[in-house]
């Protein structure tokens, strides 16, 4: 999942590079949505780890 939105934060830089603010604001949206969803699914991933061993 963190690898989508390294490829939506790349588009957007490229889009922007090109001109097209439109695209570019919608790939960075996409882009922070992905990355906390991400953020989030992996600090509960290490919770449920941390929680199991126990």
């Known amino acids: 999942m963190l690898h989508y939105a390294v490829v939506f ?3 957007a ?3 922007a ?3 097209f ?3 570019a604001a ?3 949206e996409i882009g922070k ?3 906390f969803v991400f953020l ?6 290490y ?3 941390f929680i199991r061993k126990k």
Do not use: D, H, K
């Not at 989030?40 to 991933?45: C, K, Y």
């Open 26 to 28: 919608s790939a960075v």
């Open 9 to 11: 934060f790349v588009i």
């Open 47 to 49: 919770l449920f780890g």
């Open 17 to 19: 590079l090109f001109g």
């Open 33 to 35: 949505i992905l990355f």
């Open 13 to 15: 830089l490229i889009a």
């Open 40 to 45: 989030v699914l992996a600090v509960l991933s």
């Open 21 to 23: 603010g439109g695209i």
